[in-house]
């Protein structure tokens, strides 16, 4: 990632006169992250005497935090820059938990491995079905995907908390346990998970047909229309893969609490949106990249945990990252002044 | 000898609005035939039928004498036919490279797996814009930030680069200043030097007779004439375009 933003003020450096102001902005993200960083262990040294930084317990606690938000945010990012939005992800996460909990908790306590592969497919299905229904939508109906992931927002969110019964679904697995508080090489596997699917939705956005027609979907929808490619199953697809990667946030939730519960994703929506915006995306679409989301993430999970870990009420949280996603839309704008819009 | 395009008694009807009535006319091989006419003559609505946008009430239109009616338009481009329109299907955020490639993007594979080849795919674009006599100033910049001119050129370079050999532009000037309109100009010339035949919708008197090897004037959806600038005046294709037929 961080060859990435090289790469991108690398190419941008011998455009315009203004282009060391626009590298900085390019990268005000990565210097927002190292700032708040920064105030913290500053903080921590000063008031307390010990490290924020470099504690093993705080390193995992945040990268928990932003890898949960990932979850939602990754296939969000592909949906923004094709300049939709889908707001039913906080629910695809829910009805994915839920669904994975109950078929779990219906095999009883001695569940094997097959049961809950099991459980994980229905679960990915569920999810998955809210995506087509998105697509559908959003390609085939023509709903602008504000209203129609709204409505499915609502839909998801009663399937969720029907099949639960209202409750949360407790079940008891070691395999599900192990998934999800167990770590690889120390590393936590919620985080693992999210940074593969980090990498898989990077690899489809930069490296793929698919990931420039989603590009260019966000920019002209004509231009892909007329160069041939299919703009409803391209639309159907991106939302698919936004659900997908939600459910799979479901299946960390009841995995790591032993439970399933239809809100799983409910607070995590607004931070998703947040982390996609931080990271450099437009509501008008074509722009915004995977590692710009992989950043803004860990800007809300660090001033999340920071804030909590400074002591201060934990309802300061929701102002300070409001205050980021202000920044991050002025930043944006001043890119454009700074550069001069030629559109 | 089979024309390159031949468009037969073309019909357009939108509800109770006879957009196009009965238009017929050939292109050959390194012409350029400038479709003229006032707003609203209809002049768009032909296009659309020959590039399969629309499919027309009546009519045919073939190319090489084969049947291109009832086909769709990735049918119709890929058959050779590539339409550039007004608003130029460029995607701003893209480089030119993937702008040149739209649709039909190269990728190699590293270990099985398939990457976009962007370094093939922006080098073939400074080849193609070279050829057409523009340099590209940064390959990998968006197009956005290229001039109205050059952003042109793209999509005339799109039309070269897939061996196009009919290319249509509605109004390619409209949006340009004037030393981006001469730059266009140049380029259907080179266009017609390479053998293709060139449907040029304009309402510019100057850049009408610059161009057209043949002006067929529609006015009410109708051909109210056909000229060849030699043997007309700019009046009489006013006249002509207001409706006073002949
Ligand atoms: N999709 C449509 N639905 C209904 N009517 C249409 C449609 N497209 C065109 N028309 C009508 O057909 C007629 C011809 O329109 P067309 O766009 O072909 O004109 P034009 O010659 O290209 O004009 P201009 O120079 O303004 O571009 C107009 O009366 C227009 O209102
Ligand atoms: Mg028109």
Known sequence: MITDMMNEVKTKKHSRGASFARSLLDAWSWLFLILILGFFEIYAQTQTGSTFLFRIHNLQSISIAASQILLLGLGLTLVIVAAQIDLSIAFSTGLAAVVMALIIRAAGVDAGWMIVGLAILAGLGAAAAVGLVNGWLVAYLNVPSFIGTLGTYGIARGAALIVAGGATVSIRNDHTRALGNGDILGIPIPLVVAGVLALGCHYLLKHTRFGVHTYALGANRAAVERAGVDVKKLLIKLFVLSAITAGIGGLIYTSRFSAGAANAGEPILLYAVAAVFIGGASLTGGQGTISGTVIGAFIIAVIQFGLVYSGLPPYWQFVAVGLVIIIAVLVDQSKERIVGDRS | ?246
């Open chain 2, 1 to 246: 000898m089979t024309p390159l395009l031949k468009i037969d008694g073309l019909k357009k009807t939108f509800g109770g609005n006879e957009a196009v009535r009965d238009v017929s006319f050939e292109v050959n091989p390194g012409e350029c035939v400038v479709l003229a006419g006032d707003n609203g003559a209809g002049k768009s609505t032909v296009i659309k039928m020959v590039s399969g946008v629309y499919q027309p009430t009546d009519g045919k239109v073939y190319k090489n004498g084969t049947l291109l009616t009832g086909k769709s338009p990735e049918a119709v481009r890929s058959a050779g036919i590539e339409t550039i329109y007004q608003d130029l299907a460029l995607a701003d955020n893209l480089d030119p490279g993937l702008n040149l490639y739209l649709g039909r993007e190269v990728t190699r594979r590293v270990f099985g797996i398939p990457f976009l080849d962007r370094k093939k795919m922006r080098e073939d674009a400074v080849e193609v814009m070279r050829n057409l006599g523009i340099v590209v100033p940064d390959p990998a910049a968006p197009v956005r930030d290229m001039s109205g001119g050059q952003r042109q050129a793209i999509a005339i370079a799109r039309a070269i680069h897939w061996q196009a050999e009919i290319v249509i532009m509605d109004e390619p000037t409209a949006a340009l200043g004037v030393p981006e309109q001469r730059e266009v100009m140049a380029l259907i010339e080179r266009l017609k030097s390479k053998g293709v035949g060139i449907i040029l919708i304009s309402h510019n008197l100057p850049d009408i007779f610059a161009a057209a090897d043949r002006i067929i004037v529609l006015a009410r959806g109708m051909v109210a004439g056909e000229r060849r600038p030699t043997e007309t005046n700019d009046e009489e294709i006013v006249r002509m375009m207001m409706g006073a037929t002949l």
